[in-house]
Protein backbone atom coordinates (compact mmCIF):
# COMPACT_ATOMS: atom_id res chain seq x y z
CA UNK A 1 0.00 0.00 0.00
CA UNK A 2 1.17 3.24 -0.69
CA UNK A 3 1.86 5.91 1.77
CA UNK A 4 1.37 9.59 1.06
CA UNK A 5 5.17 11.59 2.45
CA UNK A 6 4.67 14.44 3.99
CA UNK A 7 6.95 16.60 6.18
CA UNK A 8 6.02 20.35 7.37
CA UNK A 9 9.20 22.41 7.19
CA UNK A 10 9.32 26.04 8.48
CA UNK A 11 11.16 27.42 5.56
CA UNK A 12 7.75 27.92 3.68
CA UNK A 13 6.75 30.22 7.03
CA UNK A 14 9.71 33.02 6.27
CA UNK A 15 8.26 35.32 3.30
CA UNK A 16 6.19 36.16 5.93
CA UNK A 17 7.17 35.45 9.37
CA UNK A 18 10.28 37.95 9.36
CA UNK A 19 8.08 40.53 8.54
CA UNK A 20 5.49 39.80 11.12
CA UNK A 21 7.74 39.37 13.97
CA UNK A 22 9.76 42.43 12.72
CA UNK A 23 6.76 44.48 12.72
CA UNK A 24 5.25 43.19 16.10
CA UNK A 25 8.62 43.94 17.67
CA UNK A 26 8.78 46.89 16.29
CA UNK A 27 5.36 48.25 17.12
CA UNK A 28 5.62 47.16 20.65
CA UNK A 29 9.40 48.33 21.32
CA UNK A 30 8.60 51.56 18.95
CA UNK A 31 5.33 52.72 20.85
CA UNK A 32 6.55 51.14 24.20
CA UNK A 33 9.78 53.41 24.41
CA UNK A 34 7.74 56.72 23.11
CA UNK A 35 5.40 56.28 25.64
CA UNK A 36 7.74 55.83 28.03
CA UNK A 37 9.97 58.62 27.00
CA UNK A 38 6.85 61.40 26.93
CA UNK A 39 5.05 60.08 30.11
CA UNK A 40 8.64 61.03 31.48
CA UNK A 41 7.53 64.75 30.57
CA UNK A 42 4.21 64.32 29.88
CA UNK A 43 0.61 63.95 31.13
CA UNK A 44 -1.67 60.67 29.97
CA UNK A 45 -3.39 62.95 26.90
CA UNK A 46 0.24 63.76 25.40
CA UNK A 47 0.91 60.18 25.95
CA UNK A 48 -1.84 59.10 24.02
CA UNK A 49 -1.73 61.54 21.05
CA UNK A 50 1.91 60.28 20.80
CA UNK A 51 1.15 56.86 21.02
CA UNK A 52 -1.91 57.18 18.07
CA UNK A 53 0.73 58.98 15.99
CA UNK A 54 3.33 56.86 16.39
CA UNK A 55 1.13 53.78 15.87
CA UNK A 56 -0.25 54.97 12.12
CA UNK A 57 2.93 56.33 11.52
CA UNK A 58 4.96 53.58 12.29
CA UNK A 59 2.27 50.84 10.81
CA UNK A 60 2.21 52.69 7.23
CA UNK A 61 6.10 53.18 7.28
CA UNK A 62 6.92 49.38 8.12
CA UNK A 63 4.25 48.44 5.24
CA UNK A 64 6.14 51.14 2.82
CA UNK A 65 9.85 49.58 4.29
CA UNK A 66 8.97 46.40 3.69
CA UNK A 67 7.23 46.94 -0.08
CA UNK A 68 10.05 49.25 -0.99
CA UNK A 69 12.73 46.45 0.32
CA UNK A 70 11.46 43.30 -0.75
CA UNK A 71 10.39 44.74 -4.03
CA UNK A 72 14.04 45.26 -5.02
CA UNK A 73 14.91 41.66 -3.87
CA UNK A 74 12.11 40.72 -6.24
CA UNK A 75 13.67 42.64 -8.96
CA UNK A 76 16.68 41.28 -8.50
CA UNK A 77 15.61 37.61 -8.30
CA UNK A 78 13.37 38.44 -11.69
CA UNK A 79 16.71 40.43 -13.50
CA UNK A 80 18.64 36.76 -12.69
CA UNK A 81 16.03 34.67 -13.52
CA UNK A 82 15.87 36.54 -16.89
CA UNK A 83 19.12 36.56 -17.51
CA UNK A 84 19.51 32.64 -17.12
CA UNK A 85 16.78 31.87 -19.20
CA UNK A 86 18.78 34.00 -21.83
CA UNK A 87 21.97 32.18 -21.43
CA UNK A 88 19.81 28.87 -21.61
CA UNK A 89 18.63 29.71 -24.64
CA UNK A 90 22.20 30.98 -26.72
CA UNK A 91 23.81 27.71 -24.80
CA UNK A 92 22.18 25.30 -23.83
CA UNK A 93 24.64 22.24 -24.02
CA UNK A 94 27.02 24.58 -22.05
CA UNK A 95 24.26 25.57 -19.36
CA UNK A 96 23.75 21.50 -18.99
CA UNK A 97 27.17 21.25 -17.76
CA UNK A 98 27.28 24.25 -15.75
CA UNK A 99 24.13 21.84 -13.76
CA UNK A 100 26.03 19.10 -14.16
CA UNK A 101 28.91 20.67 -12.48
CA UNK A 102 26.78 21.86 -9.49
CA UNK A 103 25.34 18.30 -8.69
CA UNK A 104 29.08 16.80 -8.98
CA UNK A 105 30.34 19.41 -6.29
CA UNK A 106 27.73 18.61 -4.07
CA UNK A 107 28.62 15.08 -4.32
CA UNK A 108 26.50 13.32 -7.05
CA UNK A 109 29.31 11.39 -9.46
CA UNK A 110 29.84 12.70 -12.65
CA UNK A 111 27.67 10.26 -14.78
CA UNK A 112 24.89 10.81 -12.56
CA UNK A 113 25.23 14.33 -12.18
CA UNK A 114 25.13 14.37 -16.00
CA UNK A 115 22.12 11.89 -16.26
CA UNK A 116 20.51 14.47 -13.39
CA UNK A 117 21.02 17.24 -15.18
CA UNK A 118 20.05 16.05 -18.47
CA UNK A 119 16.36 15.01 -17.18
CA UNK A 120 15.81 17.97 -15.48
CA UNK A 121 16.57 19.95 -18.68
CA UNK A 122 14.46 18.01 -20.36
CA UNK A 123 11.18 18.61 -17.70
CA UNK A 124 11.97 22.41 -16.84
CA UNK A 125 15.61 24.13 -17.79
CA UNK A 126 15.35 26.95 -16.50
CA UNK A 127 12.84 25.67 -13.44
CA UNK A 128 16.10 23.89 -12.62
CA UNK A 129 19.09 26.04 -13.41
CA UNK A 130 16.90 28.96 -10.82
CA UNK A 131 16.66 26.49 -7.90
CA UNK A 132 20.13 24.96 -7.97
CA UNK A 133 21.93 27.62 -9.50
CA UNK A 134 20.38 30.93 -8.13
CA UNK A 135 19.09 29.43 -5.30
CA UNK A 136 15.84 30.57 -5.36
CA UNK A 137 12.86 28.32 -4.63
CA UNK A 138 8.91 29.38 -4.01
CA UNK A 139 9.31 29.27 -0.07
CA UNK A 140 12.21 32.25 -0.30
CA UNK A 141 10.66 34.11 -3.54
CA UNK A 142 9.97 37.33 -2.62
CA UNK A 143 6.84 38.50 -1.73
CA UNK A 144 5.90 42.04 -1.49
CA UNK A 145 2.73 42.79 -0.78
CA UNK A 146 2.82 39.35 2.13
CA UNK A 147 5.36 41.41 3.42
CA UNK A 148 3.66 44.70 3.83
CA UNK A 149 0.46 43.82 4.76
CA UNK A 150 1.99 41.06 6.96
CA UNK A 151 4.47 43.98 9.03
CA UNK A 152 2.07 46.57 8.56
CA UNK A 153 -0.70 44.57 10.78
CA UNK A 154 1.41 43.16 13.26
CA UNK A 155 3.05 46.62 14.04
CA UNK A 156 -0.51 48.42 14.69
CA UNK A 157 -1.31 45.29 17.01
CA UNK A 158 1.56 45.61 18.64
CA UNK A 159 1.68 49.48 19.06
CA UNK A 160 -2.03 48.55 20.19
CA UNK A 161 -0.87 46.99 23.17
CA UNK A 162 1.37 49.22 24.91
CA UNK A 163 -1.30 52.13 24.15
CA UNK A 164 -3.76 50.40 25.48
CA UNK A 165 -2.23 50.09 29.06
CA UNK A 166 -1.26 53.99 28.71
CA UNK A 167 -5.41 54.32 28.30
CA UNK A 168 -6.35 52.23 31.65
CA UNK A 169 -3.71 52.32 34.37
CA UNK A 170 -3.42 54.98 36.65
CA UNK A 171 -1.58 57.87 34.95
CA UNK A 172 0.86 58.63 37.73
CA UNK A 173 2.26 55.13 36.89
CA UNK A 174 1.58 54.99 33.17
CA UNK A 175 5.87 54.30 32.66
CA UNK A 176 5.94 51.42 34.49
CA UNK A 177 3.06 49.76 34.02
CA UNK A 178 4.14 50.29 29.79
CA UNK A 179 7.36 48.76 30.50
CA UNK A 180 6.40 46.08 32.91
CA UNK A 181 3.60 44.78 30.00
CA UNK A 182 5.67 45.37 27.30
CA UNK A 183 8.72 43.13 28.78
CA UNK A 184 5.89 40.35 28.91
CA UNK A 185 4.49 41.21 25.42
CA UNK A 186 8.02 40.96 23.98
CA UNK A 187 8.46 38.27 25.82
CA UNK A 188 5.06 36.12 24.34
CA UNK A 189 6.25 37.19 21.38
CA UNK A 190 9.71 36.08 21.41
CA UNK A 191 8.12 32.82 22.29
CA UNK A 192 5.25 32.45 19.83
CA UNK A 193 8.27 33.60 16.70
CA UNK A 194 10.92 30.97 18.09
CA UNK A 195 7.74 28.31 17.85
CA UNK A 196 6.42 29.12 14.86
CA UNK A 197 9.59 29.25 13.01
CA UNK A 198 10.51 25.69 14.69
CA UNK A 199 13.83 27.73 16.61
CA UNK A 200 14.36 27.97 20.80
CA UNK A 201 11.89 29.09 22.62
CA UNK A 202 13.94 30.75 25.55
CA UNK A 203 16.78 32.36 22.82
CA UNK A 204 13.84 33.72 21.43
CA UNK A 205 12.51 35.46 24.66
CA UNK A 206 15.48 36.46 25.87
CA UNK A 207 16.79 38.12 22.50
CA UNK A 208 13.72 40.24 22.12
CA UNK A 209 13.54 40.96 25.50
CA UNK A 210 16.51 42.16 26.29
CA UNK A 211 16.62 44.62 23.40
CA UNK A 212 13.67 45.94 23.72
CA UNK A 213 14.02 46.73 27.61
CA UNK A 214 17.31 48.78 26.65
CA UNK A 215 15.41 50.78 23.89
CA UNK A 216 12.60 51.56 26.24
CA UNK A 217 15.01 52.15 29.19
CA UNK A 218 17.48 54.86 26.64
CA UNK A 219 14.23 56.56 25.71
CA UNK A 220 12.99 56.80 28.91
CA UNK A 221 16.34 58.22 30.25
CA UNK A 222 16.05 61.04 27.35
CA UNK A 223 12.89 62.09 28.64
CA UNK A 224 13.99 63.03 32.11
CA UNK A 225 17.06 64.57 30.89
CA UNK A 226 15.62 66.80 28.75
CA UNK A 227 12.35 66.79 30.35
CA UNK A 228 10.32 66.74 26.92
CA UNK A 229 8.91 64.89 24.74
CA UNK A 230 10.97 62.57 22.70
Sequence with gaps: MERNHFEEHYVARVGWLRAAVLGANDGIVSTASLIVGVAAASGRAEVLIAGIAGLAAGA??????????????????????????????????????????????????????????????????????????????????????VAAGASAFTFAVGAALPLATAALVPEASISLWVTVLSLMFLALLGAVGAKAGGASMWRGVLRVTFWGAVAMAVTALVGKLFGAVV
Excluded: W
Design 60 to 145: LSMAAGEYVSVSSQADTEKADITREKAEIDADPAEELRALAGIYERRGVPAELAAQVAAALHEKDALGAHVRDELGISEHTEAQPL
